[in-house]
């Protein structure tokens, strides 16, 4: 018997209700194969569904360290530590049966892209929905804990439509543009164009974004800490992490100190914060005395994200990455003064609108 036959009859069984055989194959194959990420994340998943989310916690955990740029094994395992911390989200209402006016989901959500994608996918989807007047399904995903959404779950299959087919964005514009007027439809994609094309919909989108609990706490302290900094707050993001292990482009240093220096004087008794998700790679940027999440406070386990990504929507002046996750902080500051993105062509930060600008070059 090969692997690929072990992998079959495991996925058979799990299918078939049969969660012990499923569970021993997944073991036997990982036992021969301990890199094996898809039985890795199918494992994980039985165990999740079972309630032993410390050994899912660990699958997910090797998972994510195999494949940092992998959306769904670090969704899982942020999901599960907040949970043990805070509890569970509040509860999806039912959907509507009956709804005559048709239905639009998004199943990728939480899988296509991390964290600021997701924010930008929800979006679209909400937005989409509200234009069409559309019932919203959305999937389990962070969103659930950190902002209390409350969508109905997916139910029965809709209409896959891909944003690198269809024209979805378009279809904000209203019935007759890009998708619009259909309905029934489960919407694909990563949504990182020109935001000039929805820029009528920023207060709507932003409006949609409140932290729940415990991170609203978080974030009224983050905000009261940064104001007792006084002066300007310069936040700058440098992505690593994923992006070195995928082969992103990741701009020079130099860039952002130029930037810096020419920014620094003009500026109210500034203070420099780096966002970032390798605290060395703040090093070079020594002279400027940066601050870092150390020193406002410890973001949660599983959010761990959470702070850098707060200070990003409350900053005066923004140096972004060529990253969703800065970019979609800076579509939410409603107070930056400024916003500087790298420009691979331009050799340097360029100063753009986050809502006149892609969200990646």
């Known amino acids: 018997m090969t692997l690929d036959d072990l992998v079959q009859r495991a996925l058979e069984a799990r299918q078939a209700g049969e969660t012990e055989r499923a569970d021993r194959l997944f073991r036997t ?20 569904a079972a309630g032993r989310w410390g050994e899912a916690l660990s699958l997910y955990t090797r998972a994510a360290r ?35 006016t048709g239905r639009v989901g998004m199943t990728t959500l939480g899988v296509n892209g991390r964290f600021g994608n997701q924010l930008l996918q929800y979006g679209i989807l909400r937005l989409y929905g509200a234009v ?68 009528v919909h920023r207060d709507r989108f932003r409006s949609l974004f409140h932290w729940r609990g415990a991170f609203a706490a978080i974030a009224h302290t983050t905000q009261a800490r940064l104001a007792a900094l006084g002066g300007d707050i310069v936040a700058l993001h440098l992505r690593r992490g994923d992006f070195v292990s995928d082969g992103h482009w990741i701009p020079p240093n130099r860039w952002y100190l130029e930037r810096l220096h020419a920014l620094w004087p003009s500026l109210d008794r500034p203070r420099l914060y780096i966002a970032s998700d390798d605290p060395a790679a703040a090093a070079e940027f020594a002279a400027f005395a940066p601050l870092s999440e150390a020193d406002l406070g410890r973001s949660p386990a599983g959010a761990e994200f959470l702070l850098d990504f707060l200070v990003l ?37 360029v100063a753009i609108d986050p809502w006149d600008a892609p969200v990646l070059l």
């Open 132 to 199: 069409h007047g559309l019932q919203v399904e959305a999937p389990d995903w962070i969103g659930r804990d950190l902002f209390g959404f409350d969508d109905p779950l997916p139910r029965s299959a809709l209409r896959l439509v891909r944003e690198d087919e269809t024209d979805v964005v378009a279809g904000l514009a209203g019935p007759g543009s890009g998708s619009g007027g259909q309905r029934d439809l489960d919407l694909w994609g990563y949504f990182c164009g020109p935001t000039g094309r929805w820029a």
């Open 29 to 48: 194959i990982l036992s021969v194969v301990t890199a094996h990420l898809p039985v890795m994340l199918q494992r994980a998943d039985l165990l999740e």
């Open 313 to 349: 929507t409350m900053a005066d002046w923004l140096l972004l990455s060529n990253s969703s996750f800065s970019f979609t902080a800076a579509m939410l500051n409603r107070k930056a003064r400024g916003v500087f993105r790298p420009h691979p062509n331009l050799g340097g930060l």
């Open 66 to 100: 195999l494949a940092p740029g992998l959306a769904l094994p670090s969704t899982r395992r942020s999901l599960l530590l907040l949970r043990r911390q805070f509890g569970p989200p509040p509860a999806a209402r039912p959907g509507d049966p009956h709804a005559e």
